[in-house]
């Protein structure tokens, strides 16, 4: 038995881990696995790949990134716009499993967001015996509590409002910490109640300005000189349009990003506070995986090898809460897990005085 891996869309802390679980739980069935390199575009003539045994697997559990590599453009994409889902040609199919037919590889695991995971589903209509395992540091899908990636982001979102705390308190300026975020406001809402920040907007809700700045002004009558923020990419004011970097690219989804300098620049204006803006981007995805990632991670990659053991292919690696089970890909797909208005995190955000800008 030969199976394959394969890495999509945005890399995150924990992908490596993951490879190294389904290495190891394979080989502990005496089966070999090869892991993609650079996206599913790694099936195809001139395939690219490496295999993954004993050796190559020292260290990857707290190794950031991934050895394999990873893609989220090109003839693969399945996202484009703003998230508008896109039908591989069959051509393109059917070239993918005349690949893996070629390497001799009779399963296939592919690890990525909604992205890479509705490409999976495609895949596996055209009969290609393919299961997924979730990430997406946003935390963002639906069918499961929980994604590898997000923990690791939310920490290093953290450390930042840690750090932007003392500077912005030493020169009573107002500080505007961007994160990640493009529909769901997990880590701004996450980092911004264990941060202490005091207005945090997220694409869930959308605000106002005026909102914004009376929270800055409310602080300044208590004798508080200086306000944090924590802005998701994906927030926007009340009948605006997400804020973007960059010409829109060919099968790609638009590139988010600058809400938090224009949203400081406007409380600037409003208010004569001076204002800074800082972007955490890519750092987020960088770096070692927390310890809960690095469980995640594992826990993960072994139950992928367990669904190919019994032949369930077309399902994605998922936990409900209690443990890891795992769903359909049609059900895992498509479906946003969003930050809900009318429950737990934004009713203790604003019991606690946080400004959600609405």
């Known amino acids: 038995m030969k199976i394959g891996i394969v890495t999509g869309g945005g890399d995150c802390p924990g992908l490596n881990a993951v490879i190294r679980a389904v290495a190891k739980t394979a080989a502990k069935r005496g089966w070999e696995t090869l892991g993609i390199i650079g996206g599913y575009d790694g099936l195809l003539e001139p395939q690219n790949f490496r295999v993954l045994d004993y050796q190559s697997l020292a260290g990857l559990l707290v190794r950031g990134g991934t050895i394999l590599?990873?893609?989220n453009r090109g003839q693969f994409s399945a996202k484009t716009g703003h998230g508008e889902t896109r039908q591989l040609p069959k051509e393109l199919l059917d070239a993918t499993k005349a690949g893996m037919a070629k390497l001799g590889i009779s399963a296939l695991v592919s690890?990525?967001?909604?992205?890479?995971?509705?490409?999976?589903?495609?895949?596996?209509?055209a009969g290609i015996p393919i299961v997924g395992v979730p990430k997406t540091i946003d935390n963002d899908l639906a069918a499961t509590t929980t994604t590898f990636g997000f923990d690791s982001a939310v920490a290093c979102a953290t450390d930042a409002l840690d750090r932007l705390h003392t500077t912005a308190e030493s020169h009573n300026r107002v500080m505007v910490l961007e994160v990640m975020g493009r529909y769901a406001g997990w880590i701004a809402i996450y980092a911004g109640l264990a941060g202490g920040a005091d207005v945090i907007l997220i694409p869930e809700i959308p605000f106002q300005y005026e909102s914004v700045c009376r929270a800055v002004r409310e602080r300044e009558k208590h004798g508080?000189?200086?306000?944090?923020?924590?802005?998701?990419?994906?927030?926007?004011?009340?009948?605006?349009?997400f804020v973007t970097s960059g010409m829109q690219q060919q099968n790609r989804e638009a590139r988010l990003g600058g809400i938090g300098a224009v949203v400081a620049a406007e409380i600037e204006q409003r208010t004569g506070k001076e204002t800074r803006a800082m972007v955490l981007g890519h750092l987020q995805r960088g770096g070692s995986p927390t310890y809960m990632d690095r469980v995640l991670c594992t826990l993960f990659g072994a139950k992928a090898v367990e669904l190919i053991t019994e032949g369930r292919f077309g399902r994605m690696v998922a936990h409900n809460g209690r443990c890891v089970d795992s769903v359909s890909l049609a059900e895992a797909t498509g479906k946003l897990r969003t930050v809900p208005l009318d429950e737990g995190f934004v009713h203790a955000t604003r019991s606690l005085g946080i400004c959600l800008g609405d």
């Open 224 to 241: 508080k000189h200086f306000t944090l923020i924590v802005a998701a990419e994906g927030a926007k004011p009340v009948g605006g349009n």
């Open 69 to 71: 590599g990873t893609a």
């Open 111 to 125: 690890v990525g967001g909604d992205g890479s995971l509705t490409i999976a589903q495609q895949m596996h209509e």
